[in-house]
Structure formats: C-alpha cells, structure tokens
C-alpha cells in the first residue's frame, strides 16, 4: 500500500517463536527481535555497541508454522514488514500504544551460519490455508542424512550450531 513503513531488521530471536491460532482460524506466530547497532570506536580500537532496539513482530498463516517450526531463540534474522501502530487498553482501564513489525518475509541471516533450503511438498490447497505439511516435511538433518527429522516438542528442528552473539 502506498504511504505505509516498510523496514528491514535484522537481530537476534530473544526467544522461540509463540504460534496462536485465532479465533477465525488464522494462524499468527509472535516473537521479538533484538537488534544491537555496532561502532567501531577509533579511540579506544574497539567495537562498542549501542543500545539495543526489541522490536515486537508477528508474522501469519502458513509463513508463521514455517516461523515456528524453523526458528529459535537466537538466530540470527533478517525481518522485513510494514510498521503498525496499536492501541489497547490493560485491565486497569490505562490506554498504551504499541508498535509492532508485521513481518512479509523472514529468514535466517547467513553471516555466520549455513542453513538447508527445503522446500515443504505441495499439497494443492490455496496459499496462506492451514493444510500444510507436517513438521517432519520441512527439515533434513544437519549432518546431511537425507531421512526426515522429527521436530523436538512438535515445534523445532534439532540444533547443532552456537552463535557468537
């Protein structure tokens, strides 16, 4: 649409992927990035960072299982969506504004991980449905084995990489 913020973020999950369904039957999955700026300081000759920005996003339908299924507290992310503005108010009758990241694509950042593309079989029913593939279509084992992975809980892929962030 035009005249809406469209940003690109890229951080760190501060924490899994929360997938809701809604009482319309949409999916939605929640997670927060965090996003540290770095200077480097020609003083000193060191990297300092500055503060960090916890950016508040959702991300719908079959992009969100994906979301969910794929990505965990801190990976690294690049996010792209649309900045909304909402008011609620909390049980105390107080009105808050928030702003939110409605994300349009998110993905693994790979700067410092590598990561397997598979694409999830087509089961012909219309984007955005809920009649996707089950969990152990979307992942093939880190170590190359070609056999599906079970995901942990029902929700993850097994991890093996650590993150130097």
Same mark, same amino acid.
């Given at each position: 649409?035009?005249?809406?913020?469209?940003?690109?973020?890229?951080?760190?999950?501060?924490?899994?992927?929360?997938?809701?369904?809604?009482?319309?039957?949409?999916?939605?999955?929640?997670?927060?990035?965090?996003?540290?700026?770095?200077?480097?300081?020609?003083?000193?000759?060191?990297?300092?960072?500055? $503060?960090?920005?916890?950016?508040?996003?959702?991300?719908?339908?079959?992009?969100?299982?994906?979301?969910?299924?794929?990505?965990?507290? @801190?990976?690294?992310?690049?996010?792209? *969506?649309?900045?909304?503005?909402?008011?609620?108010?909390?049980?105390? @009758?107080?009105?808050?504004?928030?702003?939110?990241? $409605?994300?349009?694509?998110? *993905?693994?950042?790979?700067?410092?991980?590598?990561?397997?593309?598979?694409?999830?079989?087509?089961?012909?029913?219309?984007?955005?449905?809920? *009649?996707?593939?089950?969990?152990?279509?979307?992942?093939?084992?880190?170590?190359?084995?070609?056999?599906?992975?079970?995901?942990?809980?029902?929700?993850?892929?097994?991890?093996?990489?650590?993150?130097?962030?």
């Amino acid at each position: 649409m035009v005249g809406e913020t469209v940003i690109t973020v890229v951080g760190n999950l501060t924490d899994d992927p929360e997938l809701r369904l809604t009482p319309s039957g949409d999916t939605v999955a929640h997670f927060t990035v965090a996003s540290t700026p770095r200077t480097f300081d020609r003083q000193s000759n060191e990297w300092r960072d500055a $503060e960090t920005l916890f950016l508040r996003c959702s991300v719908w339908r079959q992009e969100a299982e994906h979301a969910a299924e794929s990505l965990t507290r @801190g990976t690294r992310v690049i996010v792209q *969506g649309r900045l909304r503005q909402r008011t609620y108010e909390t049980r105390e @009758g107080e009105r808050r504004t928030v702003i939110e990241l $409605e994300a349009d694509e998110i *993905g693994p950042s790979l700067r410092f991980v590598a990561a397997t593309i598979v694409k999830p079989p087509h089961t012909g029913a219309p984007a955005g449905s809920r *009649g996707g593939p089950a969990a152990e279509d979307l992942f093939t084992r880190p170590d190359g084995d070609e056999r599906p992975v079970p995901a942990e809980s029902g929700r993850h892929a097994p991890r093996e990489e650590t993150h130097p962030f």
